[in-house]
Structures are given as C-alpha cells and as structure tokens.
C-alpha cells in the first residue's frame, strides 16, 4: 500500500489541531486512520507468532521469565495502537489470543476460565488496558 501524503485527516482537539496522513507506517505497523478496525489484521499474525515462541520456550523457562517473555513480545505489540483499533468489534480475536498466551504460560487447558489466572500474574486484559489508555490520555490532556 502507498503513501499519499497529501492525503491528510485532520483532527481537532481543544487545544491542539493535528494533521495525520491516512495511511501511516510506524514501526512495522501500517496505521489506518481511516478504518481503524483493519489495523487488527496486521496485529494478529504478530501475535500468533509471539503466542508460539512462548508455547516454545514454556517447557525450559520460569513463570517470571514467561511474564517477562509476555510483556516484550506480546504485550508491547498488542497494546501498540491500542486507542485506534480498541473499540472494533475484532477486538476479541486479540482477547482471544491473549487468553490462550496465558494458559500456554501456566500449562492450563484450553477451556479453562482465564479471570484468576489474569490476576495470578498479576496482568491486565485488553478491555482493561483499552479502559487505562483513555484515563491516561484524559490525565495527559488536563496538563
């Protein structure tokens, strides 16, 4: 997909007027302004990826090394982006593969309930985190 960079989307805040190209690469990550929900469909090949090195490296590491393994590879790309592609309804395949990286972590089956195992490892889920990212962004805009 090509850049148009005079292809520009204009958001207006309060305080502040940005201009965002519609389409924008940041970090290996093709940012749609315009249709945000297709941003999930970069993401979750990625996290596919992250959820089978952990299932690789599980039998050989500490729960403290897998929840720092979590947080590097898996955390960081799926919080990346959060605020445009959180409110999509295919938000859930990513809640889904988040699930399943915590069973894969604690060698739990597949059907079993994940809310304890959350709080186990002490490690938000992705509506929580969505929720978090905008009580940031509204303490941020107060400054």
Do not use: E
Not at 41 to 63: C, D, E, F, T, W
């Amino acid at each position: 997909m090509k850049v148009h960079p005079q292809v520009i989307f204009s958001l207006n805040t309060m305080t502040r007027k940005f201009k965002i190209p519609l389409t924008q690469n940041l970090l290996d990550c093709l940012l749609m302004t315009h249709c945000p929900g297709k941003n999930i469909y970069i993401i979750i090949p990625k996290l596919g990826s992250a959820s089978y090195a952990m299932r690789s490296v599980k039998l050989n590491m500490l729960h403290k090394t897998l929840r720092m393994i979590y947080y590097t590879y898996f955390h960081s790309i799926m919080n990346y982006g959060l605020l445009l592609w959180g409110c999509s309804s295919d938000s859930a395949k990513i809640f889904r593969l988040q699930k399943n990286i915590i069973r894969i972590m604690l060698g739990c089956r597949s059907r079993d309930s994940c809310r304890k195992l959350f709080m186990k490892l002490k490690i938000l889920t992705l509506p929580s985190q969505y929720t978090g990212c905008f009580t940031t962004l509204g303490h941020n805009c107060r400054r």
